[in-house]
């Protein structure tokens, strides 16, 4: 008969000691494999149950050169219907009213066949008919990459905050429009493809349109990209988001979670934007305008190359369901600080403000339109600008300024 652990005589303790040693301590060891093995399990079943949501039946699927794959899907089938707002949700094919001065030309109409402004490498392989919408299929490595499906897509800051809740420091180079109520904006954005210095680093150019303050605020947001810990490469990307909760719960970039809905079907959020600017050379720009159908249900309205591409419904906000309290443009980076020193991850271009036209990057042809609907150029504006031997701006005009850097440097140790 077995004898419990430490009740022999003490020559036998050492046999024993042994004996529960080498067979209870290992039966532990294989307890937790199996708790790992079974969390491994759990992972996999979110990531299939997260990607089944977000990539919704394509009606035709079209493969890009740069390996994104293009699902056309079903405008009525879209993932913005899975908010519970949106349920009985009328999609509007354009908004019931345009700001003051304002009208589109026919060939930019939302059913016109003629070319974007800008080019995505996928339209080399096809586009999406009528009555569908262009979303870059997520695979099982984007989300992956995001730690867990419920990670994907979101952000944990708000852009005023210098570190996030992980600790990573965020660098910023914006111009701000603050003072009054806001119900829209304009910006033509510089196209560049910037360099990061590490996969858990991004380059971003973009505006926000925020109603709040820090504790509590709504924004829409919308630019370009680089960002190889959300896409799995290094180029540059289209992106929108919005949240009506300070990024705490609510919100995502593109259409990885409900929400925006998208009217266009040539344009796809995520996937590459070509071609970019060379320095000294060529300079691309795609132009942004957000505005408020104020006549209609108040929905804000995003037109990217001169096309009515989607909206933000108001009823998915609370601040921002009347109007805006802040604009801003500009770039933001992070910086991870590998070895203690300043992220090398440059901004638009890489290239310091002063060195000017051809070469450091810019937004021009800024406007908003004000609590009284007149569209204009910014005149409340300041810098937000965290670090300017990193990252600078130089306002040229009203409506114009460049921006950006190298990072690290002499002066950016």
């Known amino acids: 008969m077995a004898l419990p652990c430490g009740s022999e005589m003490r020559w036998l303790r050492v046999v024993k000691m042994t004996f529960c ?24 079943l979110e990531i299939q149950q997260q990607l089944k949501r977000l990539n919704k039946p394509a009606l035709k699927s079209i493969e890009s050169p740069d390996g994104d794959i293009i699902d056309c899907v079903d405008i009525n089938k879209q993932p913005a219907f899975d908010h519970p707002l949106l349920k009985n949700h009328t999609i509007q094919m354009r908004p019931s009213s345009y700001p003051k001065g304002f ?11 003629s070319e974007p402004k800008f080019s995505q490498p996928w339209h080399l392989n096809g586009r999406c008919p009528e009555g569908t919408i262009p979303i870059r299929r997520t695979k099982e490595e984007d989300l992956l990459r995001a730690g867990s499906a419920a990670n994907y897509g979101r952000k944990k800051h708000h852009f005023i905050l210098s570190t996030d809740n992980a600790g990573i420091i965020h660098e910023h180079a914006v111009l701000v429009e603050d003072g009054d109520k806001y119900y829209g904006m304009l910006a033509n954005m510089n196209v560049w493809n910037p360099k ?28 370009i990209t680089v960002d190889d810990n959300l896409y799995g490469d290094y180029q540059t990307r289209l992106f929108t988001y919005w949240t009506d909760d300070g990024y705490k719960r609510t919100g995502c970039r593109n259409l990885d979670c409900p929400g925006f809905v998208q009217v266009n079907n ?8 070509t071609p970019y600017s060379s320095y000294g050379g060529d300079q691309r720009t795609l132009e942004f305008y957000v505005y408020k159908d104020i006549d209609g249900n108040g929905d804000w309205w995003l037109r990217i190359a001169e096309r009515d591409f989607g909206y933000w419904p108001s ?3 609370s601040l921002l369901s009347n109007s805006a309290s802040s604009v801003q443009w500009g770039g933001e980076v992070t910086n991870i600080m590998l070895g203690d020193k300043h992220t090398t991850t440059q901004m638009g271009s890489g290239h310091f403000p002063e060195e000017g036209p051809g070469k450091a990057s810019f937004f021009n042809t800024l406007n908003v339109i004000d609590g009284k609907t007149v569209q204009r150029p910014p005149w409340n504006s300041h810098t937000v600008i965290t670090n300017p031997n990193c990252y600078n701006l130089i306002v040229n005009s009203e409506d114009f300024f460049y921006y950006g850097g190298p990072g690290r440097n002499p002066n950016c140790p």
């Open 266 to 273: 040539q344009i796809a959020t995520g996937a590459t934007v």
């Open 103 to 113: 009208s589109p030309d026919e060939s930019n109409d939302v059913s016109s066949n």
């Open 315 to 317: 009823s998915l906000f």
């Open 21 to 44: 040693l080498f067979f209870i301590i290992p039966m532990s060891s294989v307890g937790n494999r199996n708790t790992n093995t079974i969390f491994s399990k759990k992972q996999k």
């Open 196 to 223: 990061t210095m590490d996969s858990n680093e991004f380059s971003i150019s973009q505006f926000w349109m925020t109603a709040g303050d820090s504790a509590d605020f709504d924004t829409i947001e919308a630019g």
